[in-house]
């Protein structure tokens, strides 16, 4: 069965300290993964997705087939960073999303 | 472009009634889909249209909910009758090709008394 699973409801941090968002799919076949990050009051939007392999706003993941990970890092979390993450797998042209964490970082 | 748009972003309704949520997809796209995001569920995928015709429809929860696309620029999904276990904020989001990013909507909020 096509699964994304993020183990944390809720991951607070300080700020300037590292920060890592926990994504585990299951998934037969190539999967295509992406984080999308909702701000207080904002609509979802989307952060990165694997095939780019780009940094945005200072967040990489990298796609591990043999762990299947997608996490999601940053060196240095900063206070703009607290929001809801929510990890995506692409199935059939559609969107399987896990449960979402919630990153509070902390001045 | 605004974006996706949707419309209301906070419907207020009692048990029983009809609720119509509206989605106006970015111009040019060709695939768009509705979500439901709740706590105990999360976000999960309703429907979605390529070319204003449904495609999959699996995840829509039961006969009370419905969901047309007239034309290639307005969508709407229709709870009838609504009822408590309904309260959820429902998404619309459109994307260029199966391929390219999905682009989301602002949510409506439903509450159902």
């Known amino acids: 069965a096509q699964r994304v699973t993020q183990p944390e409801k809720l991951l607070s941090v300080f700020k300037g300290a590292p920060v890592e968002l926990k994504c585990n799919y299951s998934y037969s076949g190539s999967p295509e993964l992406f984080w999308y990050v909702q701000y207080s009051r904002q609509r979802l939007q989307l952060l990165l997705r694997h095939i780019s392999r780009e940094s945005i706003k200072g967040f990489t993941a990298d796609l591990n087939k043999g762990e299947t990970s997608f996490h999601l890092k940053k060196p240095f979390a900063q206070e703009e960073d607290s929001a809801m993450y929510y990890c995506?797998?692409?199935?059939?042209?559609?969107?399987?999303f896990g449960s979402g964490t919630r990153l509070l970082v902390r001045p | 472009d605004a974006g996706v748009i949707q419309s209301p972003r906070h419907e207020v309704t009692e048990m029983g009634q009809e609720v119509t949520l509206r989605c106006k997809p970015i111009s040019g796209h060709d695939y768009l889909f509705w979500y439901r995001q709740t706590m105990m569920r999360g976000l999960e995928l309703l429907i979605y249209f390529n070319n204003n015709v449904p495609i999959d429809d699996s995840g829509m929860p039961e006969d009370r909910f419905s969901a047309k696309m007239p034309n290639a620029s307005f969508s709407t999904l229709k709870i009838q009758p609504s009822e408590p276990r309904d309260s959820a904020v429902y998404f619309c989001?459109?994307?260029?090709?199966?391929?390219?990013?999905?682009?989301f909507g602002p949510g409506t909020r439903l509450l159902v008394l």
């Open positions: 989001a459109s994307s260029f090709g199966a391929e390219e990013t999905q682009y």
């Open positions: 995506a797998l692409k199935s059939s042209y559609k969107l399987i």
